[in-house]
T-cell receptor, first 115, second 112 residues
Framework: DTGVSQNPRHKITKRGQNVTFRCDPISEHNRLYWYRQTLGQGPEFLTYFQNEAQLEKSRLLSDRFSAERPKGSFSTLEIQRTEQGDSAMYLC?????????????FGSGTQLSVL | SQQGEEDPQALSIQEGENATMNCSYKTSINNLQWYRQNSGRGLVHLILIRSNEREKHSGRLRVTLDTSKKSSSLLITASRAADTASYFCATDAGGGSEKLVFGKGTKLTVNP
């Protein structure tokens, strides 16, 4: 069990550029979540997948954000035309849904800085 | 929107003392979880308590749940400097959503 892996760990980009983050969940986990966290705040839900199906997406998420989970394994989160307000830590988590006590396993996150 | 709210926002104690953090939430829940986050890292699951449980222990952690008051507390006994971290409660969002919603967290500092 190698845990949840996120790449890159840090990303610095200029406003208006597109960025893509990758998350590799724990291999047998069927659920994958994306959260965003700013300094001093708790993780804010963005979206989640069960296998390859995107089941819920935050209403706060603008259409510049898109996430995919092809084949129900790794996932990518893309932000188009980045804005300074997108600067945050993007966290990925996975879980094995169906157990009575579902808990999330988090990756170390991707820290995005938009200049 | 956030379902859980932790209290206090920050807590500073001496090594060996106990630390108590509280969480209040708004809607009915299936379970409540506590997570820990070291600075700049991802969250780590600590403990889960189901809505039909009142108290749960794990090592130096003790969690209580009062569904009538919609509140939970996390007690860390005999704290250590390594317990310094932010602690978050998380609940299901309610309304048929299965996502976990986190509070703003309590930042705990344990001074050696």
């Amino acid at each position: 069990d190698t845990g949840v892996s996120q790449n890159p760990r840090h990303k610095i980009t200029k406003r208006g550029q597109n960025v893509t983050f990758r998350c590799d969940p724990i291999s047998e986990h069927n659920r994958l979540y994306w959260y965003r966290q700013t300094l001093g705040q708790g993780p804010e839900f963005l979206t989640y997948f069960q296998n390859e199906a995107q089941l819920e997406k935050s209403r706060l998420l603008s259409d510049r954000f898109s996430a995919e989970r092809p084949k129900g394994s790794f996932s990518t989160l893309e932000i188009q035309r980045t804005e300074q307000g997108d600067s945050a830590m993007y966290l990925c988590a996975s879980s094995l849904w169906g157990l009575p006590n579902e808990k999330l396993f988090f990756g170390s996150g991707t820290q995005l800085s938009v200049l | 929107s956030q379902q859980g709210e932790e209290d206090p926002q920050a807590l500073s104690i001496q090594e060996g003392e106990n630390a108590t953090m509280n969480c209040s939430y708004k809607t009915s829940i299936n379970n409540l979880q506590w997570y820990r986050q070291n600075s700049g890292r991802g969250l780590v699951h600590l403990i889960l308590i189901r809505s039909n449980e009142r108290e749960k222990h794990s090592g130096r952690l003790r969690v209580t749940l009062d569904t009538s008051k919609k509140s939970s507390s996390l007690l860390i006994t005999a704290s250590r400097a390594a317990d310094t971290a932010s602690y978050f409660c998380a609940t299901d969002a309610g309304g048929g959503s299965e996502k976990l919603v986190f509070g703003k967290g309590t930042k705990l500092t344990v001074n050696p």
